[in-house]
Structures are given as C-alpha cells and as structure tokens.
C-alpha cells in the first residue's frame, strides 16, 4: 500500500495572475484596425499615467498635456510595432521617453532661431493644476518633490520617476532608458540620495 500523497505537492501551482496592462489579442487587433472605440478606451486607460510621468520630468502643466497627446498620437501610429503578449505600460513609457527626448531636442534647436527665441525653452516653474494622483498630496509637500526633482539630473530623475512613482521594475527601467540593469540600479539608489539631500536643502529656503 502506498503511503498517502501530500496534496501540496500534488496540486498544481496557481500561476501569477496576468498583468492588469497586459494587452489581448483581441484588443491588439482591434486597435491595430484603427478601431476607434478601442483607442477611446486605451487612451482612457493610460492616459493618467502618461500625464503623470511627463508631468514629474517636465515641472509643467502645459508641456505635460501637450506630450501627453503626442505619445497617443505616437502609439497610433506606431501600434503595429508593438508585440503580441507585451504590456501595455513599459511600451507607453518608452514611447513617452522618445517623445520627451524629441521635443527638448526641438527646443534646442529653437535656442538658435533669433525669431523663435522665447523664455519657454527649458524648464518652466511649476503649474497649480494637478493630476488626480499629484492632488492627494499636500501643495507644499508636492511642490518640494517637484522642484527637488527638477534639480536632479535628467537620467537620474526619469530613474526615480519611473520607480518610485511609476511602479516599474528595474528591468523595466533599464530597457525603457537603454542601459545595463546595474546601470538602472545605480542611477535609482544615487537619485533617491541626491533627491533626500535637495528636499532638506528646499525645506530649509522655505
């Protein structure tokens, strides 16, 4: 007679749950065609965080809701690229990241055109309008994240943006910024010092 089987070694493992970003087939298909409900409901989906992210590296309103609907403008016409089985949020971001790229490299360029030379190039001081996520913190203690971001270099910011506000794992970081997971690592561990030094630093002028 054999011996009784434990039933924890005998039952299968529940696999992970699929992530909520993970896009169907069906829904792929469906905005590949150009469906226009479909792309209503994606936009509405993730247009939040989009806004947010760009919101955080931008320190402006105004540059934020503009990029924001670039990315989507983007997404569109680049969703036949995107890989059956992928999620939704890395690819976004990465999109996000092109464009925030892009649009600086304009306004460089802009730096060179006596008729277009304006104070809007580079950074703005931040806007009182505030995402959904941004107006269930304190304005005090958002604007002092916010200006301590800003002072943070680019890399470096986008690094704890992505982490630390975003969700996104190290992985996800490396792949969206192009660098070595380390690389990735670094850059959150040395931004989360640099951004505690410059919030004492901006409590102390307040």
Do not use: C
Not at 16 to 42: H, K, M, N, V
Not at 169 to 196: C, M, N, P, W
Request: charge should be negative; proline fraction near 6%.
């Amino acid at each position: 007679m054999n011996p009784p089987t434990d039933p924890a070694l005998t039952d299968p493992v529940p696999a992970d749950p699929a992530p909520a970003d993970l896009i169907s087939p069906e829904l792929l298909e469906r905005l590949t065609a150009g469906e226009e409900r479909a792309w209503f409901e994606f936009v509405q989906e993730y247009e939040g965080r989009m806004y947010g992210y760009l919101y955080r590296l931008e320190g402006n309103s105004e540059d934020a809701l503009d990029l924001t609907q670039e990315v989507f403008y983007r997404a569109w016409r680049s969703i036949r690229t995107f890989r059956p089985g992928e999620r939704a949020l890395p690819w976004l971001y990465q999109v996000a990241r092109n464009t925030q790229i892009e649009s600086h490299r304009r306004k460089q360029l802009q730096r060179f055109s006596l008729e277009q030379a304006r104070e809007d190039v580079g950074f703005e001081v931040t806007s009182e309008k505030r995402s959904p996520a941004q107006a269930a913190e304190s304005a005090d203690a958002q604007d002092r994240v916010q200006r301590a971001l800003l002072r943070l270099p680019p890399e470096y910011r986008e690094a704890v943006v992505l982490r630390f506000m975003e969700d996104l794992s190290y992985d996800e970081i490396a792949q969206i910024q192009g660098v070595a997971l380390g690389t990735a690592k670094s850059r959150v561990f040395r931004a989360k010092e640099q951004l505690a030094d410059l919030l004492e630093s901006v409590a102390d002028v307040n």
